[in-house]
């Protein structure tokens, strides 16, 4: 673990949650030429891809969470931001932060988002 995600927490659905994942330990210029994503993984399930931005500025989402997640970062703060919105019960989930450099893959520890109906 070398990153230290936040920002998860229990909602009801329909509600919102803004998860931040700091990369201290990274350089600025190479977090600014990383990819970013953020994963994650429900009970029983296997970990899954939920959002990416690349490099070059491209974004991605997993089908269920468009229109409802934003991936984003901050560069000089050398932070990786999931704003969720419109949170349904299927999101309840550990949501991993994941920083891939030129170098080596950063990891977070796992933030848990539990989503009620």
């Known amino acids: 673990v070398q990153l230290q995600a936040s920002g998860g927490g229990s909602v009801q659905a329909g509600g919102s949650l803004k998860l931040s994942c700091p990369a201290s330990?990274?350089?600025?210029?190479?977090?600014?030429?990383?990819?970013v994503a953020w994963y994650r993984q429900a009970p029983g399930k296997q970990r899954e891809l939920v959002a990416e931005?690349?490099?070059?500025?491209?974004?991605s989402y997993e089908d269920s969470v468009k229109g409802r997640f934003t991936i984003s970062k901050d560069n000089a703060k050398k932070t990786v931001y999931l704003q969720m919105n419109s949170l349904e019960p299927e999101d309840t989930a550990v949501y991993y932060c994941?920083?891939?450099?030129?170098?080596?893959?950063?990891w977070g520890q796992g933030t848990l988002v539990t989503v009620s109906s």
């Open positions: 994941n920083v891939d450099t030129e170098y080596r893959d950063y």
């Open positions: 330990r990274i350089i600025t210029s190479t977090f600014t030429r990383s990819r």
């Open positions: 931005l690349t490099s070059g500025g491209n974004v």
